[in-house]
């Protein structure tokens, strides 16, 4: 049961259910990386799924192309200092506790043993398909997500012009990317993998990427103008939920068996770049729209608060900090929950302040024009 109603009379409930929504994508990347565990056990249509659950990346790419569009829409690209000002804002987001954690790393003689690296501090590893697991091994979708807040305010300045000249700066963008690569190959055959393989460009980095975030800006735009269009689309969170699972299972059906993904064939691929970000962007319409029981569960209090948590959820639940733990301890729920109050720590006590710390002394160093 579903009823719409004026995105001002939402105001409560719209963008903490995008906050909750973020605990359930934190959660599918949680059993896709620990999905080799339960190959013995678990149903092959359940594994299907579980090997499919990176979408979890997904659905984040698309609500933070939503939420930066919504957000900031023109504002970075008033002058050169707010632009800025904007980018050391959205670096003092993901930046800190990365570095943080990373810093553990490499100061632990068990792992990282003291060989630091300027790849890994500036997220520039992120561009090798051979290094871009290197410490942190999920932050290269940092890398991801970073070119995007780089980039994000002069794509919001063509998506004023015209969605096409968007398309075009970004098949553009990949075009850039796929020629430093090639061209590498051909000088030394690029030993690093730098912008190499297709497969690796597609999938690993911003521009292959592009139509994620793509759809959350296109939403992002459609409401701020109060676009009918998306307002009088019926049942957007049920069609929107319906589609996610059907396009993962239609990916997962493509996998030639359950150690590879429905994206390393072609149409796999279509529908991970085409369906499943539409889907998503529906689904977060959805969640902003209509008053739902998805809505009101992913806007309770627990959901926000392990929404908030995702990123350090996200940044812990393998690698170094999870592996730690595991020396320590290992829950038959893999340390889920463990992971999660560990998590939430972060959340309150390191991430937040280290955020509000920043943007405080940003606040204070950069003028306001």
């Known amino acids: 049961m579903t009823s719409s109603a004026p995105l001002v009379n939402n105001q409560k409930y719209r963008f903490q259910a995008l906050t909750g929504i973020r605990c359930v994508a ?83 003689k068990r792992y990282g043993n003291f060989h630091f690296s300027a790849l890994t501090y500036t997220l520039a590893h992120g561009f090798s398909d051979l290094h871009n697991l290197d410490g942190i091994n999920q932050a290269w979708s940092l890398t991801v997500e970073l070119n995007f807040y ?22 553009g963008l990949y075009g850039v990317y796929w020629t430093i690569g090639s061209i590498w190959f051909s000088i030394n055959h690029n030993p690093q993998r730098y912008f190499k393989p297709t497969q690796f460009l597609l999938m690993g980095t911003f521009p292959g990427r592009a139509t994620d975030f793509l759809a959350g800006m296109f939403l992002a735009k459609l409401i701020r103008e109060q676009s009918n269009w998306v307002v009088k ?19 997962g059906l493509m996998q030639i068996d359950t150690y590879h993904h429905g994206y390393d064939q072609p149409m796999g691929m279509v529908l991970s770049k085409t369906l499943l970000p539409l889907s998503i962007a529906l689904l977060l319409a959805g969640l902003i729209f209509e008053s739902t029981l998805l809505q009101r569960v992913l806007s309770s209090k627990l959901l926000v608060l392990l929404g908030n948590a995702s990123f350090a959820f996200y940044l812990i639940h393998i690698s170094y900090i999870n592996l730690c733990l595991k020396t320590w301890v290992l829950l038959p729920d893999r340390n889920f929950v463990l992971l999660w109050l560990i998590a939430i720590f972060l959340y309150k006590f390191i991430e937040t302040p280290l955020y509000n710390f920043c943007r405080k002394r940003l606040q204070m160093s950069t003028p306001h024009k």
């Open 26 to 108: 934190v959660c599918m990347v949680f059993i896709y990386h620990n999905r080799k565990y339960w190959y013995g056990w678990l149903h092959p249509e359940i594994m299907r799924v579980a090997n499919e659950c990176h979408i979890g990346v997904t659905l984040f790419f698309v609500l933070s192309g939503f939420l930066i569009a919504y957000t900031y829409q023109d504002k970075p690209m008033r002058s050169a200092s707010s632009y800025w000002r904007y980018c050391l804002i959205r670096c003092a987001r993901i930046l800190p506790l990365y570095w943080l954690i990373l810093t553990a790393y490499y100061l632990d």
């Open 150 to 171: 780089l980039l994000a305010p002069f794509l919001f300045f063509l998506q004023q012009k015209h969605l096409v000249w968007v398309i075009l700066a970004l098949a």
């Open 233 to 251: 689309i019926p049942y957007k969170t049920f069609i929107g939920v319906i589609g996610l699972l059907l396009t993962l299972y239609s990916i």
